[in-house]
């Protein structure tokens, strides 16, 4: 079997050479590329992977490479990881729309929007690429904004998947604060990517008894101050909120906070350079600790799984990714891409039925799936007007001054990225 990662000089990279090596029985690959434009950083993450190999005892061969169409050739799935424009174009994603009052953040909002345009062009030519040396991969996407991302993938014909961390994560949290393993923890999850509730926790499957009035009774403090949300919204809402929906549920708290500290961007570049030093030492052959405060955690896990499903190996047949609606919730397009628990085999993944939606949360996922098309729209055909569109019809800008104001600022860091611009 044969794996790539597209994007595989990132620091992230060693995340998920350690769950290749611990999970081999789950998935055996037997040849792992990784390919990045960045032949410095390649050659210090590659070195460590094999390392971790190594030390682990697992046989399979890393290839190192900047050759993508070498890299994809006869590839069984492909996993993307890429930042198109680095920590330097997160960084103003995440600082111009504060200068207009809204969220600055690398997915969500107007800087969201510019990784879209930046990232969506750029993902369909790897993807072509892909299909030309093997129509029958699989793409897994990892890449932000997941859910316009894949909605991409999957418009134009491609077999892809599109896989978040935050569930997983979630699942582990539940886990420990009951007590119970993690394979036996089951979320009714719902939403669109970084736009989703857990509306229940079952254990055993998803028939299994629904524990979130007691993980909400007995946890609730550890929950909401992990989510960085009250109390007593958890309790009025029942539900667990990702911690994305903070963006929406507390913007101008979270606005005023963004404008008094550091950026994610300037810590994670600082992170990364420090992650690279040690990733030059010959001497460690694990991944370090540091990495788990990089953002990502359980990664490997997820995509490990996600990827044995899709080639027919020993995934777990329920697991929640990105794909399209197909009516499972009946008030968005069918062609829309939700994140939920979905049957996962070499088909493809099929979502499980869910409950009714209260209108609380439907109303919200209604509005950012008609950005979200908007927000497609505009990576793909480009123009002025079009981003000014998307922006209009995000909650979290809204009004025509600030979708003016943020427009201009958009194209004009991000021109370099624009081929309209």
């Not at 606005?255 to 008094?260: A, F, Q, S």
């Not at 600790?289 to 799984?305: C, F, I, M, N, T």
Request: charged share 25%; net charge negative.
């Amino acid at each position: 079997m044969k794996l790539t990662v597209v994007g595989g000089g990132s620091t992230y990279t060693p995340e998920l050479v350690d769950g290749f090596a611990r999970l081999r029985d789950t998935l055996p690959v037997e040849e792992l590329v990784l390919v990045d434009p960045a032949p410095d950083r390649l050659e210090l993450v590659g070195g460590l992977a094999r390392r971790i190999f190594a030390r682990q005892g697992h046989g399979g061969r890393i290839v190192t490479t900047g050759d993508l169409d070498a890299a994809v050739d006869g590839a069984d799935a492909v996993l993307l990881q890429l930042r198109v424009g680095g920590q330097a174009a997160r960084e103003q994603d995440e600082t111009w729309p504060l200068e207009c009052g809204c969220v600055g953040q690398e997915t969500t909002g107007a800087g969201g929007l510019a990784k879209a345009l930046r990232t969506v062009p750029v993902v369909l030519d790897i993807a072509e690429r892909v299909r030309r040396a093997n129509p029958d991969a699989w793409i897994i996407d990892f890449t932000n904004p997941v859910g316009i991302v894949t909605r991409a993938l999957l418009q134009a014909g491609h077999r892809a998947v599109g896989l978040c961390n935050v569930a997983i994560g979630l699942q582990r949290k539940f886990a420990a604060l009951l007590g119970v393993a993690p394979a036996g923890i089951h979320l009714d999850h719902v939403g669109l990517n970084h736009l989703t509730w857990e509306t229940g926790v079952r254990l055993g499957g998803p028939e299994g008894e629904d524990v979130l009035p007691r993980l909400l009774a007995e946890h609730g403090d550890t929950v909401a101050a992990d989510l960085r949300l009250p109390r007593p919204l958890l309790g009025r809402l029942g539900v667990v909120p990702s911690y994305y929906l903070r963006y929406y549920y507390a913007h101008d708290e979270v606005v005023e906070e963004l404008r008094t500290k550091p950026s994610r961007a300037s810590e994670v570049a600082a992170m990364e350079r420090r992650l690279l030093e040690m990733y030059a030492d010959p001497a460690l052959d694990e991944k370090p600790a540091l990495l788990a405060k990089r953002g990502g955690a359980y990664y490997s896990e997820a995509a490990v799984d996600l990827a044995a499903a899709l080639l027919g190996g020993a995934g777990s047949p329920y697991q929640v990714v990105n794909t399209r609606n197909r009516g499972t919730l009946p008030f968005l397009p069918d062609d829309a891409v939700i994140e939920v628990p979905a049957a996962v085999g070499p088909k493809g993944a099929a979502p499980l039925p869910v409950p009714a939606v209260d209108p609380l949360y439907a109303g919200l996922m209604a509005n950012v799936t008609a950005y979200e098309d908007l927000a497609l729209d505009a990576a793909l055909r480009g123009g002025r007007d079009r981003v000014l569109r998307a922006l209009l019809a995000h909650p979290l800008v809204g009004q025509y001054a600030y979708a003016e104001r943020l427009t201009d600022r958009l194209v004009a860091h991000n021109r370099e990225h624009l081929a309209w611009a």
